[in-house]
């Protein structure tokens, strides 16, 4: 598709979802009998997140792989190319937060932050080309953002406006980069919000109507927004 949008002199835009690495991690989802490379920790583990981190892990590897093999394509194309690429949730490791419970990575942790429940990462590349046009070299740490922000950031990076949709979408960006609605959790000036005085999140909690009505309200509208202050526990 992309050698023939070039032949055609036209740009493209493709968005491409694989579900490769998705749940479940079973031990049989490469096969019976395949021999997945040991997952080494200190933490102490069940067999049962042991393997769902081994086969967790081993479609990490043929992610990277496959991410590698694309970058090396483009990085040999004259015409400029971004490319963006960004997970929607993190792996399941069981039912209750098994995996991620044993790993001391929730709540019971000292050093937990609300926020990593909710984070994964994202990458935007540029090959040398598109580096050369947009004037960027692309590199850093990027900004906290829900993934419907990703398009206006990536627009942010190329300079362009963008339809009436996309300024919109930028406006509520630069107030409230992060954004959940199922849990009625926003970041405001780097700040992730609970669900009482005391900051308590709940996230197997479901938003009520009356809950997302007043979140979009005070995205559109900041003279309705009202200030947090936290109580000590």
Known sequence: EFETAVAEGRPLFNYTTTIQNHMSYTADKYGEGYVFPPVSTTADISPETRSMLEVYTEGVRDADAMLGRLTAYFAERDEPVVLVFYGDHLPYLGDNQLGYTELG???????????????????????????????????????????????????????????????????????????????????????????????TFTPDNTITRAESATLVTRLVEPSRRKTVSLTAS
């Open 105 to 199: 990575m929730t709540g019971t942790a000292t050093y937990w932050d609300a926020l990593t429940s909710y984070c994964t990462p994202y990458v935007i590349w540029a090959n040398d080309a598109a580096k050369e046009v947009l004037g960027r070299d692309l590199t850093g740490e990027g900004p906290a953002l829900s993934p419907n922000f990703l398009m206006t950031e990536l627009f942010d990076l190329c300079g362009w406006e963008g339809p009436a949709y996309m300024q919109a979408t930028r406006a509520v960006k630069e107030q409230v980069p992060v954004i959940n609605v199922p849990t009625g959790r926003y970041l405001e000036d780097g700040v992730l919000t609970g669900g009482d005085s005391y900051g």
